[in-house]
């Protein structure tokens, strides 16, 4: 309920550089975890080199993306290999770069909410893919762990994550579709009777049919960011990657399906946008 409170606040303030903050703490506080799990946060300059390119990235302005992002990857990779052969051969190379290659996959996946913010025609269309983002993951996963618990039987992927199943694979697909599809029909409602606050009146239709198909590919993707980050945890012996939420574990093991998802809907949002008008 804290969490979903402060979600609430920053999307009521989600067309001012609160957006950027919060992608911003989230997004440093996910590579410490990763950093932290590897048992990388010797020396200091690696751990801090990480959490600053994750610090950053959600404050590059979207029209400077295409000159500025690229310049800060290119600095991010000289430094990383410049602290690389000044701590040779103390530091595993193979570990840097797996963290090298983390830290930019999240830091630049939970940017695409900065960018879904900035390119789309009215606040309320953004606010509205968010949830998309949110709700295929989150509906997956509750969908999931309950239709799991009650009739789960085969694995998924035993020696990933034991207590998936495909049968709450199933029931994770079936609740992103209604779940995702009810959020469509709230939020159109809400928009036309102006109960958004200043966001209201955006005008614009959604194509419910379009949610319904794209839904299971969102939640599939949440489910392999899921799988991916429990390899991960597998690697380094980790059963969280962090306890900032009790019950729930780190900032990314509450978000390893956003990584996945947020890059596609802001895809799909580009190309393919499920928002009519």
Request: hydrophobic residues 55%.
């Amino acid at each position: 309920m804290i969490g979903l409170s402060i979600l609430a606040a920053v999307l009521c303030f989600f067309d001012t550089p609160v957006v950027n903050v919060a992608v911003s703490f989230l997004s440093a506080l996910a590579v410490y975890e990763v950093v932290e799990a590897a048992g990388c946060t010797r020396p200091r300059s690696v751990l801090l080199l990480y959490v600053a390119f994750a610090a950053v990235v959600p404050f590059v302005g979207t029209n400077l993306v295409s000159r500025i992002l690229p310049v800060l990857i290119y600095a991010f990779f000289v430094l990383t290999f410049t602290v690389c052969m000044r701590r040779y051969p103390q530091l595993d190379i193979t570990l840097v770069g797996f963290l090298l290659l983390a830290s930019m996959g999240i830091s630049l996946s939970m940017n695409c909410i900065v960018l879904i913010r900035d390119r789309t025609t009215s606040p309320a269309v953004g606010i509205y893919y968010i949830l998309m983002i949110l709700g295929s993951a989150w509906w997956a996963d509750a969908g999931a762990y309950f239709v799991g618990s009650r009739f789960g039987k085969r694995k998924l992927a035993p020696l990933i994550s034991p207590k998936k199943t495909v049968e709450g694979l199933y029931g994770g697909l079936v609740c992103a579709v209604l779940g995702n599809v009810v959020i469509s029909l709230v939020f159109t409602f809400l928009d036309r009777n102006h109960l958004l606050g200043g966001y209201s009146g955006a005008g614009f239709n959604i194509n419910y049919l379009y949610v319904a198909l794209v839904s299971p590919v969102l939640a599939l993707a949440g489910v392999l960011g899921d799988l991916s980050a429990s390899v991960v945890k597998r690697r380094f012996g980790v059963k969280d990657f962090g306890s900032i939420m009790p019950g729930h574990g780190g900032v990314l093991d509450r978000f390893d399906s956003v990584l996945f998802t947020a890059p596609l809907v802001y895809l799909l949002m580009r190309f393919w946008p499920f928002v009519i008008g």
